[in-house]
């Protein structure tokens, strides 16, 4: 593996010229977020002032990363962007698709047997375009790209959520769609919503039982899971500055969990010791050099009231441990308040299994302290009540905590030494006995909790906590144990009580590998072949989409007029569809399955108006689309919250819906279905979605004369010939009615590339 310094360097040369143009025009000190958003804007140099929460911003990240989950249909898509390699350092990760079960050995062996041919997929095609790949095994995508690529002052954009993990290192890191890597992949510019800023001062210090995991639990506490919806959230203080880099990685990771776009900490020592543990001695030398950039100005941190648009305080000293949950990352319990928030709630005290690990919590501090709290343990005669796992994150970790003990540590409490991949985070964990559907307790260190996430059973109530307080309430079996204050009986029946714990925040004989799982692209990879199975059913190559006839689109029928909420889990449902994310055709048969049917109430149960026979939705599509006629999907309000998944807008495409017309869209979903070259439309009147009747053909009037602010006019011609026509309007500007005459973004891409 080799990091990028060369791109690095590159960022950090432009970085005082643009800070200080931006500074000057802002005309105030500017914080560490605005300071790396002004140092990557598309355009170079700052020329305007950008309004927080307002300003549509075109950006230039410097890196990509995608898991395998999604990277699949990202891939997929840049395949057709005619490019011959990535246009900025791009990793993917083998970590979602690896079962747990039996252990590291044998469960890997089963991934890479039953998904041979997704991970040899993207092994090629990583090889072919320039994409650094990790094997499955390698580890967590988030837990590698704080060892090997993250660097202070940098932006990078993944397809994943906890991509914002990278803060932990200065970054501003951010999780998006596939389509949007797939943009920054091939060379174009990444547009985000100028960010609102929340700042977090922790003054005090750490101690005893109290860890960084706390810090943020108790900031999803207080903001709750939407608290930070649109704003960046920047730490700082003395409480910030003396903990660990990882453990400002875990913070940063959880940032997820309050809808937050990001976190991120100033450079400071903390980061400076973790990058040259890692290796990266000369990261630090280019960093010190621009140091004053990659932190907020000084008045900034003095006043911060008048810099960011929400504040708040924690007092790391009287911090407690807490334990969140069940069933949602925000409902903080301090651990003092545990037993009677427990017996008021009806949660089961008994504790069946304790996890530890993911890309939230992985880190050599994490290991070494939740072991020393296992040491004692074993030492006193304790015998653990409840089962213990761990998945570390990534290879790097688990060689060098098996080198230093802390794994035969572990296994002396019987601990599963599950492999470097996400496993249990993502309900990849073959549970024994969870079919059953038992009401029960486990407690985890990783950062969601929603209910069936880890093991598919919708009565676990799973707690996340840090991985100290994880293995003192395996070992006791108690949710409501308070190691602070509550003592356990050893075998002998003798009363114990556990020290707190402790742990090294680095490894003193350093970091260490054998075989880190690494593949490094082809330095020519034009000769590299990509070979999908026609007859695969989890990989399909992708067509390009067909370009706009430049006709009006006419006699087009309603698929669904859709009511009430309508997620992208709507539109495109997980869980057991999550192997078939690389072939489109397969996909497709979960297309609106749950939406709602505005006339009849029901889901996936919609009118066929060729036979008049009430089928599923993507049955109805299918017929539509084989008898050559295109379909309109008719939706409520914030039609396509929810997830990025491109998923939600290419299998309508795909099926041949040609327009989704709503009261209104989630942005990301709206900006999604321009990018597949749909039309994305909104009732100019919103009482017109009233009109919409369930035999409706639909006729335009005007999309010849498509243009940027001019509404459209549709007809409607109702079941008895009745005929009303309404405006709908849309928010394409020039360059996206370009997507739409080529046929897709990607085809525009293509063509740009060929010409
Ligand atoms: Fe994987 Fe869970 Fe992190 S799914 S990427 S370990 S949040």
Redesign the pocket.
């Known amino acids: 593996m080799a990091f990028d310094i060369e791109m690095i360097k590159k960022v950090y040369a432009s970085m005082a010229e643009r800070v200080d143009a931006a500074r000057e025009i802002v005309g105030r000190p500017l914080t560490l977020t605005e300071k790396i958003l002004y140092s990557h804007l598309w355009d170079g140099k700052a020329t305007k002032v950008y309004h927080r929460g307002a300003d549509y911003v075109d950006f230039a990240p410097d890196r990509v990363a995608c ?1 395998d989950a999604t990277a699949q249909m990202a891939l997929l898509q840049f395949m057709h962007a005619g490019k011959k390699r990535v246009a900025v350092p791009t990793t993917v990760h083998c ?2 698709l690896i079962l747990a079960k039996n252990g590291a050995k044998s469960d890997l062996a089963v991934a890479n047997t039953q998904s041979k041919e997704v991970f040899d997929f993207l092994s090629s095609v990583s090889n072919k375009y320039g994409i650094g790949f990790w094997k499955p095994g390698s580890g ?3 837990q590698i790209v704080l060892e090997n690529y993250a660097f202070p002052g940098g932006m990078m954009i993944g397809t ?1 959520s ?1 991509t914002v993990n990278a803060g932990g290192l200065g970054m501003l890191a951010i999780g998006v769609g596939g389509a949007d890597a797939v943009d920054v992949m091939s060379g174009m510019s990444w547009e985000l919503k100028f960010p609102k800023l929340i700042g977090v001062k922790l003054t005090g210090k750490l101690s005893g039982w109290t860890a960084p995991k706390d810090v943020i639990l108790k900031v999803a506490d207080i903001l709750t899971v939407k608290g930070g919806t649109g704003a960046v959230v920047e730490y700082f203080g003395e409480g910030a500055i003396a903990m660990s880099c990882t453990g400002k990685g875990t913070i940063c990771n959880m940032g997820a969990e309050i809808g937050a776009t990001t976190s991120t900490f100033g450079y400071d020592d903390a980061m400076r010791r973790y990058l040259v543990a890692t290796g990266r001695q000369e990261v630090v030398a280019a960093a010190d050099a621009v140091a004053s950039y990659l932190t907020a100005d000084p008045e900034v941190y003095a006043n911060p009231e008048q810099y960011f648009d929400q504040l708040i305080e924690i007092n790391l000293s009287d911090l407690e441990p807490h334990i969140n949950g069940p069933f949602t990352p925000d409902r903080g319990t301090p651990v003092s308040k545990m037993k009677e928030e427990a017996a008021a709630n009806g949660w089961p005290i008994k504790v069946e299994w304790g996890l530890i690990g ?3 919590n992985s880190s050599y501090e994490d290991m070494a302290r939740a072991a020393s709290i296992v040491e004692q343990a074993v030492t006193h005669g304790i015998t653990p009540k409840a089962e213990f796992g761990i ?1 570390p994150g990534s290879e790097q970790i688990r060689y060098t905590i098996e080198r230093d003990g802390i794994i035969a540590t572990f296994e002396k409490m019987g601990t599963k030494v599950f492999t470097n991949a ?1 496993g249990p ?2 309900g990849q964990w073959d549970r024994a006995g969870a079919d059953k559907g038992e009401k029960n307790t486990i407690v985890h260190s ?3 909790n929603f209910s069936k996430r880890a093991d598919g059973n919708p009565n676990t109530h799973a707690f996340v906590t840090s991985p100290e307080m994880v293995a003192a309430l395996a070992i006791s079996g108690r949710l409501d144990f308070n190691p602070l204050t509550d003592s356990l009986l050893n075998d002998n029946g003798e009363e114990v009580k556990l020290n707190a714990p402790f742990g090294d925040e680095l490894p003193k004989r350093g970091f260490d590998v054998e075989e880190d799982g690494f593949q490094a692209p082809a330095a020519d990879g034009s000769s590299v072949q990509i070979l999908v199975s026609p007859t695969s059913d989890r990989l399909q190559l992708l067509a390009p989409f067909e370009a706009w006839d430049g006709k009006n689109i006419t006699g087009a029928k309603l698929l669904i007029k859709a009511f009430g909420k309508c997620t992208t889990d709507h539109i495109s449902m997980a869980g057991p569809w999550l192997r078939f994310r690389g072939h489109l055709d397969n996909i497709s048969n979960n297309m609106l399955i749950g939406a709602v049917n505005a006339f009849n109430q029901k889901t996936n149960e919609i009118k066929n108006q060729l036979t008049g026979v009430y089928e599923p939705v993507p049955t109805v599509q299918r017929a539509y689309k084989a008898a050559g006629i295109p379909s309109i999907v008719v939706g409520d309000h914030n039609y396509g919250e929810g997830s990025s998944r491109e998923h939600a807008a290419m299998e309508p495409r795909f099926l041949g819906v040609k327009a989704v017309l709503v009261k209104s869209f989630a942005r990301i979903h709206e900006t999604n279905l321009k990018k597949q070259g749909m039309l994305a439309l909104t009732f100019a009147n919103e009482f017109d979605y009233d009109k919409i009747q369930e035999d409706d053909t639909i006729n335009f009037l005007d999309l010849t004369e498509f243009a940027a602010g001019k509404p459209l006019t549709i007809e409607l011609v109702h079941s008895n010939e009745a005929r009303e026509t309404i405006l709908v309007n849309h928010t394409y500007n020039e360059s996206q009615i370009g997507w739409f005459v080529a046929g897709s973004a990607l085809n525009l891409i293509a063509a740009a590339g060929q010409a």
């Open positions: 898991q970590d979602h967590i995508i988030h994943d906890h993911s890309c939230t998945n996400c985070c993502i990783f950062n969601r």
